[in-house]
């Protein structure tokens, strides 16, 4: 169990030191509080093992924090730690509207108490061919939908990222040829299932700004581009909404984006993965890439019928 805390403290409240600290101690109670000890005004939140967490061996939290794709802060992977230290996540507002009987807007303490936090070890499959396994920290999505209320005529989930060009630099110009803000979507079934969450941290520390703080979404059955980050809007629909990576290259980027090894992308296989952060003898590990990235006790039951080859 580990003490998760928000807000962080600023960065002219504690030592470079006592950052590191922080970061590197999983927040042990001592390292957190000392650290924080200038601004101790929320108290440190517990975080619970939560029930859907395999067993699995996470990765490093160097490779998790400087291997990112999020090209608000620019294409390449390690653009993200290196171009978003200017982002200011808080104050924040989270917004669940659109076809719901109560539409919220919800601040990050808001969200942390209105719910447990819980701890999620699940893996992550880029659809580029690589994975990780990350120790989330967070609230599943289906107890805030449950408190927006949704209206029965809702089928679909919109979700939208966070649009400030003055501290993303990918949001100026730049190749990417993204609209902006990044939008992705989900099912409502798929929204609510208990696997599908909001992440607020990491390894039990804040998340960090280039895992897509404040919040972002965590859907680990699906390629890893569903995860939208820095998340502000949340809107349920009637109808299937666009999102980013389909509207850019629709021929290799679905709506569902399953994690699947016998669709193939286009350009190269998704039979198998390179496992960030672990090495063999012959340089990167590789491992076989498993249907639904392993989760489908869990979600095969929501694609009963559907032709996955179709649906990619
Ligand atoms: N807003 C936003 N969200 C995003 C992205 C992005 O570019 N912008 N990249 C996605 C992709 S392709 C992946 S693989 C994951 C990476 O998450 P990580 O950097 O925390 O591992 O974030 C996803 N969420
Ligand atoms: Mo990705």
Known sequence: MALFRYPRPLPSEITPKQIYLSRRTLIGATAALAASATAAEAAPLQTHRGPYSAVLEPTPHEDVT????????????????????????????????????????LDVEQLLKSSEIEERIYRMRCVEAWSMVIPWDGIPLANLLRNA???????HVAFESVVRPLEMPGQNGGFSGIQWPYVEGLRLDEAMNPLTLIALGIYGETLPNQ??????????????????????????????????????????YGFYANVNPQVDHPRWSQASERVIGARSLFGARRQPTLMFNGYGEQVADLYRGMDLRAHF
């Open 66 to 105: 400087h291997y990112n794709n999020f090209y608000e802060f620019g294409m390449d992977k390690a653009d993200p730690s290196s171009q978003s230290q200017e982002f200011q996540p808080l104050p924040w507002t989270l917004e669940i509207t659109g076809l719901v009987k109560k539409p919220l807007r």
């Open 211 to 252: 895992n897509g703080a404040p919040l972002r979404l965590v859907v680990p059955w699906k390629y890893g581009f569903k995860g939208i980050k820095s998340i502000q809007r949340i809107r349920l629909l009637d109808h299937e909404p666009p999102t980013t990576w389909n509207r850019l290259a629709p021929d290799e």
């Open 149 to 155: 209320d949704p209206d029965p005529r809702a089928t």
